[in-house]
């Protein structure tokens, strides 16, 4: 790859900026000076310094988010702050998007790569990627509710839903649950619990395939995944 381009992806600046950077003698690749634009690098050998700092230059970006309300899970915006807005400028350089999507409102698990090949094969509708989110209900949740969503419910738009696992934590006037489904449609948890006539006032996703939520990331903070991790969503068949 062209030096003035892997520059450029990295967030030195645009061409213009990086032909300055070098022309000025600030760039090194293995220790020698560069001041052609046009210098080929091979960025899994060569050792690229600017200003003499190491600069490690990767494709793919994939992060852990825990996604704090009020933020939409989106690139960009005209009103509100999108996830894409809270990362530093070394991540969102290699423009990450988020996979799949949380209402505003909803919290807690959210993968953000760009890794196009890996969020397809997270989100094609025909894998049945489980999905488990903790909730709050309004209501009483009742083993009735278990059966009705084992059988799968009939959402607002006639849409019948695919069998949820319903797991009751704490029932009463308000309940506490984990419900894990395979599908990713429109408010689909909160739309679930309408079909049974009650209403999720606390959301949040706690798990996503084999990749579970780090209860250590305060919202709004975000990692990158561990090689574990990574591994295991490479791996993983649905
Ligand atoms: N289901 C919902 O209703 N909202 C979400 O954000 C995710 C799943």
């Given at each position: 790859m062209r030096i003035d381009k892997m520059l450029s992806n990295l967030g030195f600046g645009s061409r213009k900026e990086v032909k300055k950077l070098l022309k000025?003698?600030?760039?090194?690749?293995?220790?020698?000076?560069?001041?052609?634009?046009?210098?080929?690098?091979?960025?899994?050998?060569?050792?690229?310094?600017?200003?003499?700092?190491?600069?490690?230059?990767?494709?793919?970006?994939?992060?852990?988010?825990?996604?704090?309300?009020?933020?939409?899970?989106?690139?960009?915006?005209?009103?509100?702050?999108?996830?894409?807005?809270?990362?530093e400028l070394e991540d969102s350089v290699l423009e990450p998007f988020p996979v799949g999507r949380l209402d505003k409102d909803t919290e807690g698990l959210l993968l953000i790569t760009n890794d196009g090949q890996l969020a397809h094969k997270l989100l094609s509708p025909k894998k049945h990627v489980p999905k488990t989110y903790f909730?709050?209900?309004?209501?009483?949740?009742?083993?009735?509710?278990?059966?009705?969503?084992?059988?799968?419910?009939?959402?607002?738009?006639?849409?019948?839903?695919?069998?949820?696992?319903?797991?009751?934590?704490?029932?009463?006037?308000?309940?506490?649950?984990?419900?894990?489904?395979?599908?990713?449609?429109?408010h689909q948890v909160k739309r679930m619990f309408q079909a049974v006539g009650k209403r999720v006032v606390y959301l949040q996703r706690l798990s996503m395939g084999p990749l579970a939520l780090d209860e250590s990331l305060e919202l709004g903070e975000y990692r990158e995944l561990t090689e574990e991790e990574l591994e295991a969503l490479m791996k993983y068949e649905v």
């Open positions: 000025d003698g600030a760039v090194q690749v293995n220790q020698k000076v560069i001041k052609d634009s046009g210098h080929h690098v091979d960025s899994e050998k060569d050792a690229v310094t600017v200003h003499g700092e190491e600069v490690l230059y990767r494709e793919f970006i994939y992060l852990m988010m825990n996604k704090p309300p009020g933020v939409i899970s989106a690139t960009e915006d005209s009103r509100d702050q999108t996830v894409i807005d809270l990362l909730a709050v209900i309004d209501g009483e949740v009742t083993e009735e509710d278990v059966h009705a969503f084992k059988k799968g419910v009939v959402l607002d738009d006639g849409y019948e839903t695919k069998p949820g696992d319903l797991n009751i934590l704490k029932s009463g006037i308000r309940s506490d649950i984990e419900l894990t489904i395979t599908e990713g449609k429109f």
